[in-house]
T-cell receptor
């Protein structure tokens, strides 16, 4: 079983739509959680950290459910520029490495 | 805004040759990392470096790989004898705290 699992998509949505991505992780030692975005052939860029209480940054809302080992990302009012691959990332306690999911591809159409 | 930089952006090499990939981490960061991404696959951790030594490495990081911080600014990844399967995008990252890692633009390595 993969340590971080995501629906690969693609999610094809019109501008202005609300879209949600989910991610599950298998290792209960996972301590820190993030969403990164990656544009085609570019580096992963940190979008936001994910906290148990949930957190919001503008149009983006992230949620963590430790009991279900589940992370979500909600994007409201989608823009064309949101088209990218969204990477769910975890870090285990006492480890230096980030563990990446394979990503969910989002296409926002005009 | 400070950024991680990497050189070269592209490298083509023959199988069996040595390559050195270079990175300049963000200046006040303490932790340094190499990751790789084979085309169409997920980003994979290779190695982390802290306090002038390897702090963690993956099973991918075998004896053909080495890392070095030769001076106060550069961080290098050396692949001693490249194989076809080493073809990938190699990302350097750095962080002030472990969890919040910032990635450089990558070096695309092609082994022929």
């Amino acid at each position: 079983r993969k340590e971080v699992e995501q629906d690969p998509g693609p999610f094809n949505v019109p501008e202005g739509a609300t879209v949600a991505f989910n991610c599950t992780y298998s290792n209960s030692a996972s301590q820190s959680f993030f969403w990164y975005r990656q544009d085609c052939r570019k580096e992963p860029k940190l979008l936001m950290s994910v906290y148990s209480s949930g957190n919001e940054d503008g149009r983006f809302t992230a949620q963590l459910n430790r009991a279900s080992q589940y992370i979500s990302l909600l994007i409201r009012d989608s823009k064309l520029s949101d088209s990218a691959t969204y990477l769910c990332v975890v870090n285990r306690d006492s480890s230096y490495k980030l563990i990446f999911g394979s990503g969910t591809r989002l296409l926002v159409r005009p | 805004e400070p950024e991680v930089t990497q050189t070269p952006s592209h490298q083509v090499t023959q199988m069996g040759q040595e390559v050195i990939l270079r990175c300049v981490p963000i200046s006040n960061h303490l932790y340094f990392y190499w990751y790789r991404q084979i085309l169409g696959q997920k980003v994979e951790f290779l190695v982390s470096f802290y306090n002038n030594e390897i702090s963690e490495k993956s099973e991918i990081f075998d004896d053909q790989f080495s890392v070095e911080r030769p001076d106060g600014s550069n961080f290098t990844l050396k692949i001693r004898s490249t194989k076809l399967e080493d073809s990938a995008m190699y990302f350097c990252a750095s962080s002030f705290v472990i969890e919040t890692q910032y990635f450089g633009p990558g070096t695309r390595l092609l082994v022929l």
